[in-house]
């Protein structure tokens, strides 16, 4: 049985859901007890959704439909995660091994996804009874998708990879371009149309939905480079931009070249040599600075002279100090906050002496701690700015009053004592306050929480400078994205308000809803 262009879109969703589902469930919690993590999950839907719509549209829904196109979605996820991706994004990077893949992978999936396609099914059969749909009216419809989608993929390649980024994002990065926007065309299309108001709506809003998959799972540079991903001016200066243009050229031109069947073979030709031109050309290998994509906030203090030691068994009391004299410098780059480090991990280059006694320090610091070492709470990949902590916030310790440092960090450093190396890897926590605000001065703990730091009588380091010589923060870049973001969203807010109100149909006189 065929369906309608709309109700095909309807049941590929349907079916990617409940697959994904059996999947999760099944496969991996109930068969093998895995995560494979959130970029697996979301780009293994589309696929799903991917084969089936395009799959439906030619053979229709059935038992046997759904076992053709289950074999071949489970030869395309294998061959996927054989090749092009590794599992664990974004988080860490597993490349599977061949028992995964093909010895377990093939039956587990297989099953797996039949299973969600018969549930699909059941419950598409029980709420929609059969017609007689022909199957060229869908089969131009699933066409038009692909064709546009590969044109938008091209395009994007030339104009945001080439021209704006001049960076080869990899063969997976595409081939996971493709996949969201050949769903997000169809169903585009489907519900928005094929107008103009359509077209260029929805090319807004593909823009936006492959942003926000580069922002959160679709890493750069797979299958030959380790993964990165892009930061915020790469992403909204560059990437969206370049993705809306390319889906406002690319839609156009499919829709153009759909209305002159004829041209579809030399179209294909084209679009081929196109795209491996780009892939070789030798400005894909200009690669942006080392800390591509990054776009750090930078901040950075000082401070020296008389400060003060804490010693005794407890870090935090105040009350038990020896005075210190010395400076400290510190250099910060703050990457973001997506809560993994293989997107982001922040940088620091910290360097304190001081004289405690008889005794000469020197204190550097220049790996960032990404997590804590035991997951007690966040260190927000290494550094974070204006953020409450201690307290009663659960960040860090609640015998130190809450206070809300310009400068947060927490990394790891080599603490020497009169020349001497006596910790290479120490956890050190850094605080940088101004003004009125709790505690102020910079505050330096080296292994206060362990208690570890051998070589010391009190097991750990914890120095304060009472006075911020210089102080240096992101102000204007802070502001400037919140003032981006605010007309962002009240943007939106308009668009889709007009949108609604104008819809055909609905501006009657009385009624404006």
């Known amino acids: ?15 990617g859901f409940s697959a994904i589902f059996i999947d999760a ?40 439909p759904g076992l ?42 297989f099953l797996a996804i039949l299973a969600g396609y018969l549930l699909a099914l059941w419950l598409w059969r029980r709420n929609h009874p059969a017609q007689q749909i022909e199957r060229a009216e869908t089969r131009y419809f ?26 080869f994002p990899g063969i997976t990065f595409f081939v996971q371009h493709i996949l969201i926007g050949f769903v997000f065309v169809c169903a585009w299309t489907a519900y928005a149309g094929v107008g103009r108001i359509g077209w260029i709506v929805g090319s807004l809003m593909l823009a936006l939905v492959w942003t926000a998959y580069n922002m959160y799972l679709g890493p750069r540079g797979l299958p030959l480079r380790p993964p990165t991903y892009s930061g915020y001016e790469d992403l909204w200066w560059r990437s969206f931009p370049g993705a809306f243009v390319s889906a406002l050229v690319g839609w156009w031109l499919g829709g153009y070249l759909m209305k002159r069947r004829r041209n579809l073979e030399w179209t294909g030709v084209a679009m081929t040599l196109l795209f491996l031109a780009v892939a070789f050309d030798p400005a894909f290998g200009q690669t942006l600075p080392v800390e591509k994509g990054t776009n750090a906030l930078l901040a950075g203090a ?26 400290i410098s510190i250099e910060t780059s703050e990457m973001g906050n997506r809560w993994s480090h293989v997107q982001n991990t922040d940088g620091m280059r910290v360097r304190a002496t001081f004289t405690s006694g008889d005794a000469q320090y020197e204190i550097t610091v220049d790996k960032p701690m990404p997590r804590h070492p035991l997951g007690q709470y966040t260190t927000w990949s290494g550094v974070v700015y204006d953020h409450e902590m201690h307290g009663d916030t659960g960040i860090g310790t609640g015998k130190l009053p809450k206070m809300k440092p310009e400068i947060a960090l927490w990394g790891w450093g080599t603490v020497k004592r009169d020349g001497q190396v006596i910790a290479a890897m120490a956890p050190v926590h850094i605080m940088v306050s101004s003004g009125e ?20 009588p ?5 120095v304060m400078w009472p006075k911020v010589d210089e102080l240096r923060m992101p102000t204007a870049q802070t502001r400037t994205r919140m003032i981006v973001g605010w007309i962002a969203m009240v943007g939106v807010v308009g668009l889709f308000g007009w949108l609604a109100y104008s819809a055909p149909g609905w501006r009657r006189k009385g009624v404006d809803a």
């Open 1 to 15: 049985m065929f369906l309608l262009a709309k109700d095909t879109v309807k049941f590929s969703i349907l079916v």
């Open 437 to 456: 605000r709790p505690m102020p001065g910079v505050m330096l703990e080296v292994d206060t929480e362990d208690k570890a730091l051998a070589a010391e």
């Open 302 to 327: 000082r401070a020296s002279g008389e400060g003060m030691r804490v010693v005794g068994p407890d870090p935090t009391n105040m009350k038990s100090t020896q005075p210190i004299n010395g400076e």
């Open 68 to 109: 053709i196109l289950t074999a071949a979605h489970t030869a395309i996820l294998e061959i996927y995660y054989q090749w092009l991706a590794p599992v664990g994004l974004p988080q860490e990077p597993e490349w599977l091994d061949f028992n995964h893949l093909w010895v377990t992978g093939v039956p587990a999936h």
């Open 142 to 167: 699933a066409i038009y998708g692909l064709l546009a989608t590969a044109l938008i993929v091209v395009v994007d390649g030339v104009l945001t990879q080439m021209v704006l980024l001049r960076d």
């Open 25 to 64: 469930v099944i496969a991996h919690g109930l068969f093998w007890d895995n995560d494979p993590y959130w970029t697996y999950w979301v780009t293994k839907t589309f696929l799903i959704t991917t084969v089936f719509l395009f799959g439906t549209a030619f053979l229709g829904i059935g038992i046997l």
């Open 458 to 462: 009190d097991g750990y380091l914890h």
